[in-house]
């Protein structure tokens, strides 16, 4: 058994949230879009337990870039 605190790094394309952009800069939100938007099913194998420790503020980061992309961290 073991336990550990992990950040955990998303990247997926996702067409639909994808937008023009002169400068090819990506836009950067907190976890608040992450409720309205689709995020892949991540599980852990064999996993006894895990839990998400709580917080004063969500330790979401969320970056799209204009061709789709989606870069997800959660703590």
């Known amino acids: ?11 997926w394309k996702d067409e639909r949230l994808a937008f ?17 938007i689709w995020v892949p099913d991540v599980f852990f194998v064999h996993s006894k337990r895990s839990f998400i420790h709580d917080t ?4 979401i980061m969320l970056r799209v ?3 789709g992309h989606v870069l997800y961290s959660l703590r």
């Open 56 to 59: 004063t503020t969500d330790n």
């Open 20 to 36: 023009p952009s002169a400068t090819n800069k990506s836009m950067t939100f907190d976890g608040r879009l992450v409720k309205k």
């Open 65 to 67: 870039f204009p061709d």
């Open 1 to 11: 058994d073991f336990t550990m605190t992990l950040y955990l790094r998303h990247y």
